[in-house]
């Protein structure tokens, strides 16, 4: 007999941990609404988490990657519609001063007004985004162009597109070549010059048909890089529903992984309770028992 209630002593003892344990369990697991916290728990959920939250983090700076480029782009593009506006003025006023009937102070107040817009022009093309970097500055400088004492403009900045990473394997360029935009390089038109130009030829009264058509090929230039960084602003809009997409998969998966079912563990924890109690009760009518009761 006294082995016999030894035996049933610590099987109920070893009931009671094992019920506690797992109440205890269950109660952490609603509290904090994941099925584990360490790796011990679940070492093949945990390690597969641990890669999830891990590419979302990834994800997530992408994400913020996209939206300064997106910014980046959007800002050029208004830009360079700022500057079309402009050089559509110019080209007006190319047209309006090849008659030959203006005066001497007509010509000078279009000249002066062409003035004016090459400075205007030069502003817009030393824009900054809102990183304080400039649009068409390459990766180097902190302007993209200077002007000298004499009204020379030349590019100041350095290096290929400013780029940012939009995935693990490809990046997209935020900044559009300066150089190559505004200074002709590469043999296209460099429209500081072509307003400079045609300001002299207007305040000498020479003709200017040779401007209106170098005036054409500069906002053909201007066009070709708003078609470049639309093209851009299309490719990042679909990375970003990619993003979006992947994100959605990614938490489902994590949440299938991690995420305790709350009506599931609610309801083992009450019959935990329930099976904790009836064995409590138990051992109490064993823990009151005494050899008299044996023997009577």
């Not at 904090?32 to 070492?43: L, N, Y």
């Not at 700022?82 to 203006?102: C, D, H, M, P, W």
């Not at 990046?171 to 130009?197: P, Q, R, Y």
Request: charged share 20%; net charge negative; no cysteine.
């Amino acid at each position: 007999m006294r082995i016999s209630t030894t035996q049933f002593y610590d099987r109920s003892i070893s009931r009671l941990d094992t019920l506690n344990a797992q109440a205890d369990k269950l109660q952490t697991q609603i509290a904090t609404t994941k099925r584990f916290t360490s790796a011990a728990e679940d070492t093949l959920a945990f390690q597969r988490v641990s890669v999830l939250n891990r590419l979302a983090a990834d994800d997530t700076a992408y994400g913020r990657n996209i939206k300064t480029a997106q910014a980046s782009l959007d800002q050029a593009d208004t830009t360079l519609s700022g500057i079309t506006s402009q050089l559509q003025r110019v080209s007006e006023f190319a047209v309006q001063a090849n008659n030959g009937t203006y005066s001497d102070s007509d010509r000078e107040g279009i000249a002066a007004t062409l003035d004016a817009i090459l400075d205007d022009v030069l502003s817009l093309a030393n824009t900054k985004d809102s990183r304080g970097q400039p649009l068409f500055a390459g990766t180097g400088g902190t302007t993209a162009f200077t002007r000298d004492a004499s009204g020379a403009i030349t590019y100041a900045g350095s290096g290929p597109e400013a780029t940012v990473p939009i995935d693990a394997e490809d990046s997209m360029a935020v900044s559009t070549d300066g150089e190559k935009l505004f200074s002709g390089a590469g043999g296209g038109v460099d429209i500081f010059a072509a307003i400079s130009d045609l300001a002299a030829k207007v305040r000498s009264g020479a003709s200017t048909g040779d401007s209106i058509t170098t005036l054409e090929k500069a906002m053909q230039q201007v066009t070709t890089a708003q078609a470049s960084i639309g093209a851009r602003g299309a490719r990042l809009e679909l990375e970003s529903a990619r993003l979006q997409d992947v994100a959605t998969d990614r938490e489902a998966q994590r949440s299938a992984l991690e995420d305790t079912d709350v009506t599931s563990a609610i309801a083992n924890l009450q019959k935990t309770l329930t099976a904790l109690q009836a064995t409590q009760a138990s051992f109490t009518k064993l823990e009151g028992l005494s050899l008299f009761d044996y023997l009577r």
